[in-house]
């Protein structure tokens, strides 16, 4: 999805991916409506697909009108997200999109006394050594086979890792950083629309820069953004996919994160 489309396109391009769950009908007219408003309201696209998965799913699950939903039926849902695998701090977020859902629909139960209690998992942060053998191990078998420039792909991985521990940035700043938010002679990084919409400046050091300055002059395309990923915008989820693969590679298992954000390396 993209930045030009109406409210009324990101609302359909969302209902039809996750489509209203079909019956009893006032629950389908209600989801619709909701899925509109929120697009009216300007929340990302990102944010709408989130909340409409969540909510078409507990719908589905439910199959019972909205003013007729109550605390058993928040308690068998959250039993059955954790019947399905779900961590605990996982299913906390699903009750919450759906408590916010059925709050906006006129029916305020409490969701949250059914969500699991999660344990604080304080994040393992590897040690220089790991992270030498993790950026030592982005080589061509960890790239997918229709790469288009093998070269450029290693380095553009290279770059990407050696930035986010040298800088604390989390992913999605990473993967939104412009090319103009680097200052190469000051050695500093401006994170523009960070956690809570503020900027901010990070420092980088020297080597970091010299393996962004060298994969950009590998790049033939024109985009203005710092990263990219086969012609586009690097995403995240192709981040999390690649860490996923490097550190098999690297035979290092405490590559973890922290709020779908940061990667701890």
């Not at 209600?30 to 409409?52: C, F, H, L, R």
């Not at 290693?154 to 800088?167: E, Q, S, V, W």
């Not at 523009?192 to 980088?204: E, I």
């Not at 192709?238 to 290092?252: C, D, L, N, P, Y």
């Amino acid at each position: 999805m993209t930045a030009e489309l109406s409210p009324l396109d990101i609302a359909e391009q969302v209902i039809s991916t996750f489509p209203p769950p079909g019956e009893p009908e006032e629950n389908d007219n209600a989801y619709v409506d909701w899925i509109q408003i929120m697009a009216e309201k300007g929340q990302s696209p990102n944010t709408i697909y989130v909340y409409a998965q969540t909510v078409s799913d507990f719908l589905r699950f439910i199959k019972k009108p909205i003013s007729q939903i109550n605390e058993a039926d928040i308690r068998a849902y959250s039993r059955h997200l954790q019947e399905q695998g779900k961590a605990p701090y996982t299913v906390q977020n699903y009750l919450t999109r759906v408590g916010i859902f059925l709050k906006a629909m006129g029916n305020p139960i409490n969701v949250y006394r059914f969500a699991p209690k999660s344990k604080f998992r304080v994040p393992e942060y590897l040690t220089p050594e790991e992270v030498k053998k993790f950026i030592d191990a982005i080589d061509e078998s960890i790239l997918d086979g229709d790469e288009p420039d093998p070269e450029l792909a290693i380095m553009r991985f290279k770059a990407l890792f050696t930035l986010l521990p040298d800088t604390g940035l989390r992913v999605s700043e990473a993967c939104n950083l412009r090319k103009v938010d680097v200052d190469f002679s000051e050695r500093l990084i401006t994170v523009v629309k960070g956690k809570r919409n503020k900027y901010r400046k990070v420092p980088v050091s020297k080597g970091t820069l010299e393996l962004i300055q060298k994969y950009w002059g590998m790049r033939k395309d024109k985009l203005p953004f710092a990263f990219e990923y086969k012609g586009r915008k690097l995403d995240r989820m192709s981040v999390w996919r690649f860490t996923r693969e490097i550190a098999h590679k690297a035979g290092i298992d405490k590559v973890t994160r922290t709020h779908g954000e940061n990667i701890h390396l």
